[in-house]
């Protein structure tokens, strides 16, 4: 089998607050859904189509996707999108050029310190508004753990 792309779709309790979230780190949205209202305040350059529940779905580099959603038709119970996400089981990974942005991004409060890992890393984490773990993770530069540092600690791993 081949696989051309992967996603993930969070189901969120405040579909408003999510999505602003997710576009202050920069995710791209393609494609929403939703009432006219929520279709009327996407971007004008991306298709949507009409839905009961609203949602929005970012396009990660070239073959990822990330949905949120309200709500969705294919979930019996739909009560599981007012539920906050409580551990670290499952996370999502996103690799980007740099983490010194995240540092003046008023939405970001880290969940766990910052790290330098012996792999040639470097990690932050921090929790979307439903608790779902998001990982950044940037090469590793003498300079960029410098900046950092004006910032938080950066624990070696």
């Known amino acids: 089998m081949e696989i051309t792309g992967f996603g993930a779709h969070i189901k ?6 999510s999505r602003e979230f997710y576009e202050s780190l920069g995710f ?15 971007p004008k350059d991306i298709p949507s189509a009409s839905e009961k529940y609203r949602g929005i779905v970012f396009a ?8 949120i959603a309200d709500g969705h038709v294919g979930v019996k119970h739909q009560d599981v999108f007012k539920k906050t996400i409580e551990n670290e089981k499952i996370s999502a990974m996103v690799n980007v050029k740099s983490l010194l942005p995240l540092f003046s991004n008023e ?19 921090f929790r979307d508004p439903d608790g779902f773990v998001l ?7 003498e300079k960029e753990e410098e900046q950092i540092k004006q910032f938080t600690n950066i624990e070696t791993v």
């Open 60 to 67: 990660i580099g070239d073959n990822a996707k990330l949905e």
């Open 28 to 42: 791209k949205a393609v494609f929403g859904y939703g009432d006219e209202e929520w279709k009327a305040s996407l």
């Open 12 to 17: 969120v309790s405040d579909i408003k607050k």
């Open 107 to 125: 939405h970001i409060r880290l969940s766990f310190p910052v790290r330098h890992y012996y792999w040639g890393t470097l990690e932050a984490a």
């Open 135 to 141: 990982v950044f993770i940037a090469p590793y530069s």
